[in-house]
């Protein structure tokens, strides 16, 4: 029986943990760990590591990088060349114990280019503005923007 999801030739996809119709596409790199729901789109040029879930119809963009302890719930948009981060201070061959997760909670929307810090919380269809900075934990059904991203009204 062939799956029922696409991996692009091109691609390497080490995870045997991908939904239905999910969709991986060129000179991407997906860890044996990871975890993929249905209906998800990675686009080309991006990297997931292994403590790493992701829901059901998620779309992440080109070049983005999901590093451990990123959790993704449904419905999530991920724009090209979000930076996520997983380490407060992080240092040259010095790993933090367990890397700090993050939650991009169900319906959340995350702009082009925007920085994440670790260990915060992206409350539901929340929207993050292109080049936002966040620092801390933004409220559900709110709009973020700026450096440090601060809340400009809600949806």
């Known amino acids: 029986m062939s799956p029922t999801y696409y991996i692009h030739p091109l691609a390497d996809c080490q995870t045997k943990n991908i939904g239905t119709n999910t969709k991986i596409w060129q000179f991407t790199i997906v860890l044996p760990e990871a975890s993929i729901g249905d209906n998800c789109n ?5 990297f997931i590591e292994n403590d790493v879930t992701i829901g059901n119809n998620v779309t992440v963009k080109c070049g983005v990088y999901i590093w451990d302890g990123l959790r993704i719930e449904d419905n999530v948009f991920v724009g090209p060349n979000v930076t996520f981060t997983n380490d407060k201070l992080p240092q040259s061959k010095v790993r933090p114990e367990r890397p700090l997760s993050t939650v991009l909670r169900r319906g959340a929307s995350i702009g082009a ?9 992206i409350g539901e269809n929340a929207m993050i503005g ?3 900075v966040v620092t801390k ?4 059904n709110s709009v973020v923007v700026g450096s440090p ?5 809600s949806i």
């Open 113 to 121: 280019g925007a920085i994440l810090l670790p260990g915060i919380e």
């Open 130 to 132: 292109a080049g936002a």
């Open 149 to 153: 991203a601060r809340v400009v009204r």
């Open 42 to 46: 990675i686009n080309s040029h991006c």
């Open 137 to 140: 934990d933004v409220p559900p």
